[in-house]
């Protein structure tokens, strides 16, 4: 696919960072390399509208594979309910930028299609930010109960609650319980249509803008690439990869293993519910069939492909995988005569063999963190790559 | 496994032994007031839904057991076992579509039809489990805990759509026991023949794991390699044939339970392995992850929960089937945060 070419040329000349590279100057490639990506399909390709439609899925999928990076890459903590961050992301846009509220007649620096409809109509990018910040403190509260547990039965409790939210989203149509009466989410039919990205005042951009809406989602990586670079290298960062390696340790140092995780649930979170109003936005519906378990263990998967904790290598495995997805398997459908079914109808076995196969054939992923094994070369020269492959990379350690 | 467990503290002084009694035992104590006081809210719904709920948690346990063998010999959550279960339903079906067996069917054709189907669906997911263990798990022993539950994960989504090209939707399944007719009545509860079946073949089942594990040279060996692999090997244990054996264990269980669920619930389709998979998983962690006899009462408890969930409302607070798995997940997290080790105080290596 010429995309994730395209994409991560630049990444894989460098496929080990040496402590000579700048972080900054990947960055500047990577997203150079990205920006250039519509032009390159417009000189190369005449009908773009799928592959530029997929594209878009990709960008957003980067944020939330680079969100969920921090939780169980950089910090180590399996979360595998992550979904849970995009819809309350995706539902903040809904109930924000939409008509759902007919009642409520709020605008602030609305588009000029959405003045004068009736509803909460917020701009896009006051949204972003709303919904970063909401889904940050519903990630620190839904963190609070899993601090004490570790591993599997970590795995376990996330996983329910990323069951439970879409749920919850789900049944509240007329209050929470039964409390109440306010209609949250239209049940199964979920809210639409959602507003079109705009600025305030003039005309939003249309739905077939693809251009446009691809660069906006470029923005929006540009700027998650920045944090995770800045957070990695930070004091918290580095407290993060402590946690992971021993809490134990990393607790008699002094870190505070509250905070640090808690931060790692709300950072991780906010950038889910980034995704989340960026998704919202750009397919214009919300509801809660997109909120299935499948689409944590679809994120992780491009986590654990590229390379857990390496932000490029969670790059490249969202870019392959989102493109494969909305791209690659629906170009494959072409083929279900000879082979009697839809390939896209099978899409997550396909993902869950990618799963299986990565893990017992390279379990660190298709690049690998480079931090830790310049860790393991600095420090202990004499124990820098052991045997075990699947022990050194794959960063995940338990107690 | 019960051997495993690591004996109980001494008893605290005489004075305070009601408070330690209470707050050990504080979870089951508030779902026995809860159920108590649903009871005593409507009385003869209630019965009929514990009266569900067991018959339905009977399925459950057989799955939980599934998930507790196999956690407590090599601490792994399976997630690929309500797959398994979902397979057995579906071998069970078409072998009743392949014989032409249906409602029409003679009755000692119908009881040896579903007898052979048992035995056919039982293999079938016992097969299929241990061809999982050689190909997902046996390859990562050794490698860090979370790789093979990954694998797991990848596993079980395989699986679930090898179901959905096997049967893309919903399919029926031949009322071989007339499962909605009334066998009798108690205290104004109609107990149906679906209820009755459900029971008949799981007890003695569960009679003959429990006998298994309990009493046998094997039984031995994987309550030997529970408590300690290297141990067991240096005993002269063969550790991969037992732990083989355990995963045939657990798939049979789950074969048994797909036929009786195929049966009585009339349905089947590719997507039922997944939630049961997790009620029956919260079922065995209820019960303390790794002990059977706790894995059997966690899957009724379970059972009558959801029952009483799925009946719509609870003291007034309304719920009712969208809301019972949120309910069963929510009852899963206050477990796993509040008490890792189960209602029971089996104490596990992890929490």
């Known amino acids: ?399 | 496994m019960e051997a495993a467990s690591i004996p109980e503290p001494a008893a605290s002084p005489p004075g305070r032994s009601l408070l330690a009694f209470l707050s050990a035992n504080i979870l089951p104590i508030l779902l026995g007031v809860a159920l108590l006081a649903q009871f005593l809210h409507e009385p003869t719904a209630t019965l009929e839904d514990i009266k569900n709920g067991l018959s339905n948690g009977t399925i459950w346990a057989l799955i939980a057991l599934g998930y507790t063998l196999v956690y407590g010999i090599i601490e792994l959550i399976n997630f690929a076992h309500g797959e398994v279960f979902m397979i057995g339903s579906f071998v069970a079906l078409s072998c009743w579509q392949i014989a032409g067996v249906d409602a029409a069917t003679g009755m000692a054709m119908t009881v040896v039809s579903i007898l052979v189907v048992l035995l056919i669906a039982m293999l079938a997911s016992g097969t299929l489990n241990v061809m999982i263990e050689r190909v997902a798990y046996r390859p990562l022993r050794g490698a860090p805990r979370l790789a093979p539950l990954i694998t797991a994960i990848g596993m079980s989504f395989i699986l679930q759509n090898v179901g959905l090209l096997w049967r893309p939707t919903p399919e029926g399944v031949p009322d071989l026991i007339d499962s909605q007719g009334t066998m009798f009545t108690v205290l104004d509860v109609a107990v149906k023949y679906s209820d009755v079946f459900a029971v008949e073949i799981t007890a003695p089942l569960l009679y003959a794991l429990l006998y298994f594990v309990g009493n046998t040279r094997y039984g031995k060996a994987m309550r030997a390699t529970a408590q300690d692999p290297d141990a067991a090997r240096l005993m002269g244990i063969d550790v991969d044939r037992t732990i083989a054996l355990t995963f045939i264990l657990g798939g049979l269980l789950a074969g048994a339970a797909g036929m009786i669920y195929a049966l009585y619930n009339g349905a089947v389709q590719f997507n039922q392995g997944f939630t049961a998979g997790l009620i029956a998983f919260t079922a065995a962690v209820m019960g303390g992850i790794g002990n059977l006899k706790g894995a059997v009462i966690g899957g009724l408890i379970i059972g009558v929960i959801q029952a009483i969930s799925d009946s719509g409302e609870y003291l007034g607070l309304e719920l009712g089937t969208d809301w019972t798995p949120a309910v069963v997940f929510a009852i899963l997290i206050v477990i796993m945060v509040f008490r890792p080790q189960g209602l029971f105080g089996e104490e596990v290596r992890e929490g």
């Not at chain 1, 017992?360 to 931090?371: K, M």
């Open chain 1, 1 to 399: 696919m010429s995309t994730a070419t395209a994409a991560s040329t630049p990444v894989l000349k460098k496929p080990k960072l040496s402590r000579g590279t700048s972080p900054w100057i990947i960055f500047l490639s990577v997203v150079g390399a990205l920006a250039l990506f519509p032009v390159v399909v417009d000189t190369l390709m005449t009908d773009d509208a799928s592959l530029m439609k997929a594209s878009l899925q990709a960008l957003a999928y980067i944020v939330m594979a680079l969100g969920l990076n921090i939780v169980v890459g950089f910090a180590g903590l399996l979360d595998l309910g992550y979904v849970a961050f995009y819809a309350i992301g995706a539902f903040v846009v809904a109930w924000l930028g939409s008509s759902h509220f007919a009642d409520a007649d709020i605008h602030i620096l609305a588009s000029s299609a959405a003045e004068n409809l009736p509803g909460i109509h917020v701009n896009f990018f006051i949204v972003l930010l709303i919904g970063a910040v909401f889904t940050a403190i519903w990630g620190a509260l839904l963190g609070a109960p899993t601090l004490r547990l570790r591993g599997d039965y970590l795995a376990i409790v996330t996983l329910a609650f990323g069951e439970i939210v879409p749920r919850v989203f789900e049944n509240s149509t007329s209050g929470i319980f039964g409390i109440g009466s306010t209609d949250f989410s239209n049940g199964k039919q979920g809210i639409q249509p959602i507003d079109s990205i705009g600025f305030p005042g003039q005309l939003p951009i249309g739905p077939f803008e693809n251009v446009k809406l691809y660069y906006i989602g470029l923005a929006l990586v540009a700027i998650t690439l920045f944090i995770n670079i800045m957070l990695r290298d930070s004091r918290m960062g580095r407290a993060w990869i402590a946690v992971r390696e021993d809490e134990v340790a990393a607790s008699a140092m002094g870190i505070n293993l509250v905070r640090t995780k808690l931060w790692a649930y709300a950072i991780g979170a906010a950038l889910g519910g980034f995704a989340g109003v960026y998704f919202g936005a750009i397919n214009t519906s919300v509801n809660v069939d997109q909120f299935a378990f499948g689409k944590s263990v679809f994120i992780l998967c491009m986590v654990i492909i590229g390379g857990m904790g390496n932000i490029w290598g969670v790059v490249l495995g969202a870019i392959a995988l989102s493109m494969l997805n909305s791209f690659g398997l629906p170009e494959l459908n072409k083929l279900s005569d000879p082979i009697g079914f839809q390939v896209t109808s099978i899409s997550f076995g396909i993902f869950g063999f990618f799963l299986l196969a990565m893990m017992i054939l390279r379990p660190e992923g298709f690049l690998p963190s480079g931090r830790r094994k310049l860790e393991l070369h600095d420090e202990e020269p004499e124990v820098a790559i052991p045997d075990d492959p699947g022990d050194q990379a794959y960063e995940v350690r338990q107690s």
